[in-house]
């Protein structure tokens, strides 16, 4: 069983920065991969970054150098610095796993969702 809980979400100045967290719980479940997404209202959901069990990150062309995914893999959770913000971030942040599900096979997990306004 997986569960992702974000966390850090919040309303923020242009120009500021936050920290989202995903912490994971899982069992029988072997992650290989940790995104981050976010959706704005009215649009689809979008890449932001990824980092991978051996520690590659990627990240979408917007992200233009603001962001920095990590990890900590003694509490299992991953980090989305956000600095530089601007309005057009606003969105709700979404965490999601992607591993080996014993019994299972390759599957993919999501998180609730944290909310990041960006506005004066």
């Known amino acids: 069983q997986v569960q992702l809980v974000e966390s850090g979400g919040g309303l923020v100045q242009p120009g500021g920065s936050l920290r989202l967290s995903c912490a994971a719980s899982?069992?029988?479940?072997?992650?290989?991969?940790m995104d981050w997404y976010r959706q704005a209202p009215g649009k689809q959901r979008d890449f932001v970054a990824h980092?991978?069990?051996?520690?590659?990150?990627k990240y979408e062309d917007f992200v233009e150098g603001r962001f920095t995914i990590s990890r900590d893999d003694d509490k299992n959770t991953v980090y989305l610095q956000m600095n530089s913000l601007k309005p057009e971030d606003t969105a709700v942040y979404y965490c999601h796993a992607h591993g080996w599900m014993y019994g299972s096979g390759w599957s993919d997990y999501w998180g609730q969702g944290t909310q990041v306004t960006v506005s004066s």
């Open positions: 980092i991978t069990s051996g520690g590659s990150t």
């Open positions: 899982v069992t029988t479940f072997t992650i290989n991969r």
